[in-house]
């Protein structure tokens, strides 16, 4: 049986300030693990609004829910937020610039950007896959948030690899050969 947090052990503490983990040597170890990555986007009286994410994850198969984090600085959020509902573009191997454009100024993120509109948000037209999803729950965690969303449609291309973050980098995925 698995207890709720609030019932949990407590958790031992750093005696001494010099055993903390800095923010770089987290980075640098985390970075290690590819990520893929990701535009969660929202249409704002009649707008489109977005970010790029790169932390996000499956959560429930029943229901179909899945997480992604945001930081808590983000000026993007508080927009999408408030509509209830947003879309997720996973965003394909070739485009390394969508996540740069989606981090940048607000008012230049869909310039020049072919997307079409879901049911909770715009999709980008070159999505390997897509998922329109409508928030669940919000939990604090550090300097971000965890957002958990239900799935409420999805699909992928027909053809595609996503992009993937790795040491920071942008990449994708090529499948180890078998050997027999």
């Not at 699909?155 to 994708?172: K, M, N, P």
Request: charged fraction near 20%.
């Amino acid at each position: 049986m698995i207890s709720p947090v609030s019932q949990l052990p407590a958790q031992p503490t750093a005696a001494r300030d010099d055993l903390r983990i800095t923010d770089g040597e987290f980075r640098r170890v985390m970075g290690h693990l590819p990520t893929g990555v990701a535009v969660v986007a929202a249409l704002v009286d009649g707008t489109p609004v977005g970010m790029a994410i790169n932390s996000i994850t499956s959560v429930s198969l029943d229901p179909p829910l899945i997480a992604i984090c945001i930081d808590n600085k983000s000026s993007t959020w508080p927009h999408i937020r408030k509509t209830g509902a947003f879309s997720v573009s996973i965003l394909p191997a070739h485009d390394e610039h969508a996540p740069r454009r989606f981090s940048g100024p607000s008012e230049n993120r869909f310039v020049g950007v072919g997307w079409h509109g879901h049911e909770t948000g715009p999709v980008l037209d070159e999505s390997v896959a897509w998922i329109d999803c409508t928030v669940h729950q919000e939990h604090s965690a550090g300097d971000h948030t965890i957002v958990v969303a239900r799935a409420l449609d999805l699909g992928t291309a027909e053809d595609g690899h996503a992009l993937l973050f790795f040491r920071g980098q942008y990449g994708h995925f090529i499948p180890a050969t078998r050997t027999s």
